[in-house]
């Protein structure tokens, strides 16, 4: 059996921040609308406990093992934490958790989520992740942040009093106006703290978003041009390096031993349940996803489907394991990969694995791909290649 994650949506933001292009939705915009009652909470999570109990009986997962729990959004340090904890426990019932089940809960460095953190642990969240994208507080402003450098700072001292011994941080870096020497102390001031994980990644413009409306007007300024960028990414490699952070994906770094295991089994396409507004999953070759309004959601919630497709087909499924997996620094073994797809890499993408390590952007060593440093770099284009 492949392992199997689950993934847990809470949709609900204070603010819709003008680059995230996650299915998420001001609470108080979808309050005004009537898309939600005062008991938003309490009826969100009864509509995840009926999907997770539809889902466990339709893919027949009753027992099976469940190894990692990711509360995403949104910002699931917003639901209360009763909440969680009653669909935790309905989780719990539902599935057979692995005695050191990784349960990972995504929070914002407000004081109000920083209150709950102590709840949240005693509801079984044993990893946290904080949103701190940057401790300046007027980029903080640019990028339609509600909280300031020092909440970020005091959000980490609340975890480590709460009991979490497992907290990542997360870090943007390419926000407009930001110098080499502002995203430095953005570094410097994380690891003055001292989490386990550290999420380090560029700013995106993605289609959709605030960000992308403002710049196709040309009101979006300041973004660094690219020798700026890479030489923000090639600061963030040295000095967390430097610190004992190993990166061992695009844009993740870790202490030894406390890299994210829910995202790794995404990035080696084991099976995943997402629950939830919005929500993907691949289980058994079959990617599904959901209603993405929260209302629209709760409603169907013993159906929520809203497509599916089969990804078993072996080229596929060889290039999604390529797309995914090339993203960890180790890459993936080919031999691996052609048992589990059912295919040969070889055959299928060959002559594009030929052109990628002329080009230097993929390394090959003893059956294993990677992305060269050249590679990592242009990431995006290279992966983009497999699908």
Request: charged share 25%; with cysteine.
């Amino acid at each position: 059996m492949k392992p199997l994650s689950l993934y847990v949506h809470i949709p609900f933001c204070i603010v819709k921040c003008g680059y995230c292009d996650f299915n998420s939705y001001a609470l108080d915009t979808l309050l005004e609308k009537g898309h939600a009652g005062e008991d938003w909470a309490r009826r969100y999570g009864d509509a995840l406990m009926a999907e997770t109990k539809s889902r466990a009986e339709q893919f027949s997962l009753n027992g099976r093992e469940v190894g990692t729990i990711f509360f995403g959004g949104g910002t699931p340090s917003l639901f209360p934490a009763e909440e969680t904890r009653r669909v935790l426990d309905f989780i719990a019932a539902s599935f057979d958790l692995a005695p050191d089940c990784e349960i990972t809960l995504e929070a914002n460095p407000g004081a109000a989520e920083a209150e709950r953190f102590g709840a949240l642990r005693e509801a079984g969240v044993n990893r946290i992740s904080i949103g701190v994208q940057t401790f300046d507080d007027e980029a903080l402003g640019r990028l339609d942040r509600v909280h300031t450098g020092d909440d970020a700072e005091r959000a980490f001292r609340a975890a480590r009093a709460a009991g979490f011994a497992n907290v990542s941080l997360d870090l943007m870096f390419g926000i407009p106006f930001q110098t080499i020497e502002a995203a430095t102390q953005d570094i410097e001031r994380a690891l003055d703290l001292g989490p386990e994980h550290l999420s380090a990644y560029e700013l995106t413009i993605e289609p959709g978003t605030a960000f992308h409306a403002r710049q196709a007007r040309g009101e979006l300024g300041g973004l660094p041009d690219e020798d700026t960028a890479l030489r923000m990414w090639e600061l963030r490699d040295s000095a967390l390096s430097a610190a004992g952070y190993e990166r061992y994906e695009i844009s993740n770094f870790a202490k030894p031993g406390f890299a994210c295991r829910h995202n790794l089994n995404y990035w080696r396409r084991g099976d995943y349940l997402g629950l939830g507004a919005g929500a993907h999953s691949l289980v058994e070759g079959e990617r599904f996803w959901n209603h993405a309004r929260p209302d629209v959601y709760a409603k169907n919630a013993s159906d929520p489907t809203a497509g599916k497709e089969h990804v078993d087909e072996p080229e596929k499924a060889l290039g999604e394991a390529l797309m995914l997996g090339l993203r960890v620094k180790e890459g993936v073994s080919l031999m691996r990969i052609a048992r589990e797809c059912g295919a040969d890499p070889d055959d299928a993408f060959g002559e594009l694995f030929r052109d990628l390590e002329t080009s230097g952007l993929l390394a090959r060593e003893n059956g294993h791909l990677r992305l060269s440093d050249k590679g990592t770099l242009l990431a995006n284009q290279v992966l983009a290649k497999f699908l």
